[in-house]
């Protein structure tokens, strides 16, 4: 599935997308997907992530994390996606 990575006044560089790759591989790995995306932007001297997750069982997840560090905020967002994929996954 693609991966819509989006930077706004930021651009993409290859080491950022393959670092945002590498934790969305690990978890499409977990979870089928039908569309993934990640925008981020710089707001003052935090990086704020946005995620969006669809799969087809549950719907859309977003998860959104702040951090001085922009691959520990991408870290961090996977993260949350993951705890709400595996609590959507055991509800059903």
Not at 10 to 39: G, M, W, Y
Not at 53 to 75: C, F, M, P, R, W
Request: glycine share 4%.
């Amino acid at each position: 599935m693609a991966l819509v990575i989006t930077g706004h006044h930021i651009e993409v560089t290859e080491a950022i997308r393959e670092n945002i790759t590498k934790h969305f591989d690990k978890l499409n790995d977990r979870f089928p997907c039908i569309s993934q995306k990640l925008s981020f932007k710089k707001e003052g001297h935090e990086f704020k992530v946005t995620a969006e997750y669809k799969t087809d069982s549950k719907g859309i997840h977003v998860a959104q994390a702040t951090n001085e560090n922009l691959y520990q905020a991408v870290g961090d967002v996977v993260d949350k996606l993951t705890r709400m994929l595996r609590e959507s996954k055991e509800k059903r």
